[in-house]
């Protein structure tokens, strides 16, 4: 039986490849609900950019949250991306 779909998703720091936006927004378009929301946070590695316009091609719209986090010794600043489809 297949898994899904999901009201809500979560995940962090998974885009570490280069093939890995185009996975990763085809699974999440078939693995999220008609309503459902995914929230995930980055932090801005290079592949970003490359998964944000694969998901609104896919029909989702989104949200961003900047956070700095205290990543010792060096602060690090997350991206955080909160998706639904557009309506």
Known sequence: K???PFDWIVGSDVLYEKHH?????SALAVLSG???RIILSDP???????????MKE??????????TIDDSPTPKEVMIL???KGV
């Open 21 to 25: 936006p185009e996975t990763l927004a």
């Open 82 to 84: 909160i998706m639904n």
């Open 44 to 54: 801005m590695r290079p592949y970003l950019q490359n998964f944000v316009d694969a």
């Open 34 to 36: 008609k309503n459902g």
């Open 2 to 4: 297949p898994y899904g």
């Open 58 to 67: 896919r029909g989702f719209r989104y949200d961003e949250v900047f956070k």
